[in-house]
């Protein structure tokens, strides 16, 4: 399996780095490896303080599921099949912003976490590091 | 950037406290600082007890954010955008009751966090520690 | 039972912050109530962040025990017979600084917590707030 | 107060990722702001998992006590004056390997925690991060 290095999560934050002052936002970005653990974090200046949490919680959920944070929300939701499960895993982020990295055969190797920004501002830039080559 | 010092604390918390009197209600006022550290707290005799966890607990979700509290619990709903971010970061509190202190150039230096009654009651009261100048 | 009012903890923590500023330091003084419930918290301006929550412990343990932190401390040492009793109440802390307050008829109502400098000093001032009448 | 941008970050990782190439060692490297929040992290290749939490401990503790670990560690061995601390504040590290970073007066506006080597090896990476102007 191919293994996220510490200079592909470089290459990747600084493109979600990008895309985010595009937008004028202040983001904080997580990538964690297969395993879900941390192998890179960036704050923006100004970036809100408790998005930090979110980020890093995000990055985990998406790598944990091998499957965007939105996804577990569509189905987490009250009456949904999976409510509550952010109570587990010693908390989980569903709402948008954690993507999963996959490599060329589609295996998960990582994810990203962004949180900073709306919903959808948080999304784009997780796509904007997933992007990146 | 300003410091919130306890001599600004105190005097939020006499004024909240003075608010509480007049409503007849007993509050938990937590005031943190810029980074979330609790600098000052009072319980009034016969605040409820539970309200001791919640009231720190606005403040530091209020100074994470650098909005009301009240402003993330209209997100946070079933359906809304970050339903369940009251889970990260330890614990948040997302009803009103708790909001961010600004300095003369708009930079949050602090919050406060009320609880005791109604969230209208702790809002009042949030309201008051704010006011004073 | 003699309940310590908000009133009994401003009077023993500005006895503890006049004696705090005759030593130069700077000092996190916490009062809980019998039930090991905050009742006040003050942090004096460049008292160590990390010295909030060692004061919080040393209150509500001392109050747990009904005896000094130190006490704790001479027990707890490896070989002692309480050997890792910190680990439990979701944390204790068995260094001096914690003193229980007790009433005219030696029944414990609260107990103070101090931190922020040496032990000798965070003793010195925790018993100059139980001095107080 | 100087705040430590993520740009200043960026630069005193990069120091010490240098240092510990030279030193033949992969190294987790956490930089942290004044009120201890993650600002900067990176996991060299094939770093242990295990030090990534150690060098988050690592870069609060220092912050929160305004002090190098190590000598938190001098104070917290069994019959010493903190014995136990490192069980407050969700867990310190007091060992080796944070140091605080202060501004032209003196002032901590941050910290740095390193993990992945030896204790001297840490050490000497943070002692390469702290040296960056």
């Known amino acids: ?12 934050a600084e493109a979600g780095m990008a895309r985010a002052a595009e ?10 490896d297969a395993g879900g653990h941390l ?10 303080l408790g998005s930090i949490d979110i980020a890093l919680k995000k990055a985990r959920t998406a790598v944990l ?12 939701q009250p009456g949904g ?5 952010e109570l ?12 999963p990295i996959t490599d060329g055969e589609g ?12 919903v959808e501002q948080d999304t784009l830039i997780a796509e904007a590091c997933l992007a990146t080559p």
């Open 39 to 48: 192998l890179h974090f960036v704050r923006m200046d100004r970036a809100w």
């Open 88 to 99: 587990t895993n010693d908390g989980l982020v569903s709402f948008g912003g954690g993507l």
């Open 65 to 76: 599921f091998r499957m965007p944070t939105a996804v577990i929300g569509g189905l987490s």
């Open 23 to 32: 937008l004028g936002v202040d983001m904080n970005i997580a990538i964690v």
């Open 107 to 118: 295996r998960t190797i990582g994810a990203i976490g962004v949180s900073g920004g709306t």
């Open 1 to 12: 399996m191919t293994e996220l290095t510490l200079q592909d999560a470089f290459r990747r």
């Open 81 to 85: 099949p999976c409510y509550g499960i």
